[in-house]
């Protein structure tokens, strides 16, 4: 696949700051102009860890919000390259690729919009949210989700001030909002959503999957951010492919970088992706 970079800079940008937030998230502001002011809700940006060679990738991450000149970047520490992302200090130099992939579809979106989140899959709806207010979108509700109440990305951040924005919870163990899977609380919402856009874990995806097809409307747009693991982000070290649907039955190898990362739901071939390993971002 050619994949369009025309949009893509490589800009080095000044930490503004790096804000740990309970349950291990954290929330990383970056003064980058060029991905700020060219960046679409659902595109990501490669991250270079270090100035040293090791780690030598790029490591992937969705831009949450943006703010003038500011980008922002949420995530946890699981390997060597978070670890050094979660050391640097306001101050600090980060250097970044980006914007990469196709983000959510908002065209001829006009709400309600339902934006389903789980754990880390938070990451891209403050900047969505923003956008669909910006085109007039009224409706929107965010069902977050997580383990427990610690891990759950403040509901104040996916609003950043605007009243309209609904923040239902959930958590598995109850220690806030609905006792039980995110995907619960899917159902009541599906009657009279227009779009429906998710983050998450694979298995939570695929459960919104097998919900959306059965109990949506046909003409509910349904869409989902999805994670591999990316070498490059662009489509050229094809370490993120994943199977989606072929024409005619079966599957096929699609790039998560450069087919996505966001994809309609449909597309997925679900059994398959839960046969991969796991697409943490290290």
Known sequence: MTLDLSRAALEQGRVLDVEHLDGGLIEMTVALPLLAHRVRPGEFAQLRC???????????????????EACSFVFEVVGAGTRLLAAMRPGDTLDSLGPLGRGFTLEDVVGPVVCVSGGLGCA??????????ARGVEDIVVLNGAATAARLYPAERFRRGDPAIEVVEATDDGSRGHHGRVTDLVGRHLARAAAVFACGPNPMLATLAALTAELSRPETRVEASLEAPMGCGFGTCLGCALPVRARGGGSRWALCCADGPVMPV????????????????A
Request: hydrophobic share 45%; proline share 18%.
């Open 50 to 68: 270090s100035p040293a060679v090791t780690p030598l990738l790029r490591r992937p991450f969705s831009v949450a919000w943006t703010d003038g």
């Open 124 to 133: 891209p709806f403050p900047i969505l949210c923003r956008a669909l207010r």
């Open 266 to 281: 449909r597309d997925v071939a679900w059994a398959e992706l839960a046969e991969l390993p796991p697409p943490n971002v």
